[in-house]
């Protein structure tokens, strides 16, 4: 008799035993995951493939798309990445990496008929979506970056400007804010039509920042505005359970000054968003609603995929610990790099792509060391007796299962038993465990189990995850 967790097969204490050597289990400081002791919920990790670095992922043969769709989404040999945020695209073409607009030329007016036009493809992000959807991604994030420019105060989807309607920005053309609501949900329409499922709508990003390629203007008041038309065109849509984000600005802090103005619609929003450029998450948000890091990547540092070089911005064990300090000390439900896969020559994506071969960092099994075991709805845990120095965290998965994370960016190993107490009597039947470095990724680690206490040598400058599962009841 077996059981798995997400492709890992459980065996039978008694086996474990004879597999692992119980006589030779390591002794070490005594981890307890204290399943009375709950925090956030968890809605998962992920990436984009905006602006056309789905189409970069498309031009692959056959054999390497679907090997860098499994490094990113695949629970059973990738990261299994759970969130994937597309861009909804405000450009009127194509051209240089621009989002195509589903409506590229101005209707006529604010209130004139929409002109729709739909390619069955948004820039290749509807396939990269169906495909994530087969490995089980549940959570697709749709964000406009900007409204088509024609809705917009200064005419273009670029270089900033505001929706025409909010207050603070009139427009001769009129109010351009119900013709922007029915816009997005035309969007949503469209990917229901292809058997996927939007999530989550966001209808602005970086609200705090002019960039030469699609971007908005937008201060809490003004969001409020637009999210006072949005929410109900939603409802009229019967799209209610599509959730309304807002409002991915530059940096934690930047979202947390606009939390204020954002007061009269909060029971229309359903996540809180920011990115970690200007700053990063380090406490919690004061919010009711749940809270993601969308954005954070090393933009500019040469391509490097190792776990630890030199401490440095790009490395695995840098992106194992931001995300620590994201989920620990700032109660985050969700955590996004900024892309998955593309060419080029920097740590700006997970995977690098070069003519037909993909290159996955150190930073994507960073990244699959938290996803690929803490699964959506798996709740945060207290825990007690981390070893010093060593960022401990706990989880426990919908399925009962708890996942124990160990950050170790210290030069020596350090010994670990992990226990599970609280909760309604949890013992430890099965126990797997995990581990990424300079040579490894997400490789099976040495694990014992003993009165249901696992024990394990956490590497040094690793971070290794420990699954302890209870065998499931007979009959």
Request: neutral net charge; contains cysteine; hydrophobic residues 35%.
């Amino acid at each position: 008799m077996s059981f798995s967790l997400l492709g890992t097969i459980f065996l039978p204490l008694a086996a474990v035993a004879r597999a692992t050597s119980l006589a030779t289990r390591q002794s070490g400081s005594t981890v307890t995951a204290n399943l009375d002791q709950r925090y956030q919920t968890i809605d998962g990790f992920g990436c984009s493939e905006a602006f056309q670095r789905a189409v970069q992922m498309s031009k692959l043969s056959e054999n390497q798309q679907q090997n860098v769709l499994d490094l990113l989404f695949s629970t059973n040999n990738g990261a299994g990445l759970s969130i994937l945020r597309n861009g909804i695209g405000s450009s009127p073409d194509m051209s240089s990496d621009h989002m195509v607009s589903i409506q590229p030329k101005s209707p006529g007016g604010a209130s004139s008929a929409p002109n729709y036009v739909w390619d069955g493809s948004d820039n290749k992000q509807l396939w990269v979506s169906q495909e994530a959807v087969k490995r089980g991604v549940k959570t697709i994030y749709a964000n406009a970056w900007s409204a088509p420019g024609y809705m917009k105060t200064n005419g273009n989807d670029a270089n900033g400007g505001t929706l025409c309607g909010v207050s603070g920005a009139s427009c001769s053309s009129g109010d351009w804010r119900q013709a922007y609501a029915d816009y997005l949900v035309q969007y949503i329409r469209y990917y229901l039509e292809a058997n996927v499922t939007i999530t989550h709508l966001g209808f602005v990003n970086e609200p705090d920042l002019s960039t030469s390629y699609a971007s908005m203007r937008f201060s809490g008041t003004q969001a409020a505005d637009f999210i006072k038309i949005l929410g109900p065109t939603l409802e009229k849509a019967n799209l209610s359970s599509v959730g309304i984000n807002c409002c991915d600005p530059e940096g934690w802090n930047s979202q947390a000054g606009m939390l204020g103005q954002l007061s009269s619609v909060d029971n229309y929003i359903s996540t809180i968003t920011a990115h970690s450029y200007t700053s990063s998450p380090g406490s919690p948000l004061n919010t009711r609603h749940r809270v993601w890091q969308t954005e954070a990547a090393d933009l500019n540092g040469a391509w490097q995929g190792a776990w630890f070089s030199n401490g440095g911005a790009g490395d695995g064990q840098t992106w194992a610990s931001n995300i620590y300090t994201a989920v620990v000390n700032a109660n985050a439900s969700g955590y996004l790099y900024w892309i998955g896969a593309q060419t080029g020559s920097t740590n700006s994506k997970l995977i690098r792509i070069g003519g037909d071969n993909v290159t996955p960092s150190k930073r994507l099994w960073a990244f699959g060391q938290w996803s690929r075991f803490v699964r959506p709805g798996a709740v945060r845990v207290a825990v007690q007796g981390a070893p010093s120095g060593i960022r401990t965290s706990a989880f426990q998965n919908t399925d009962g299962s708890v996942a124990v994370q160990f950050i170790n960016s210290g030069g020596s190993a350090t010994n670990v038993q992990v226990k599970v107490g609280g909760g309604s009597g949890f013992n430890s039947s099965a126990a797997a465990a995990y581990v990424s470095d300079n040579s490894h990724d997400l490789s099976d680690l040495t694990v014992s189990l003993a009165g249901g206490t696992a024990a394990a040598s956490v590497p040094a400058r690793s971070m290794v995850t420990v699954v302890l599962k209870q065998e499931p009841t007979p009959g």
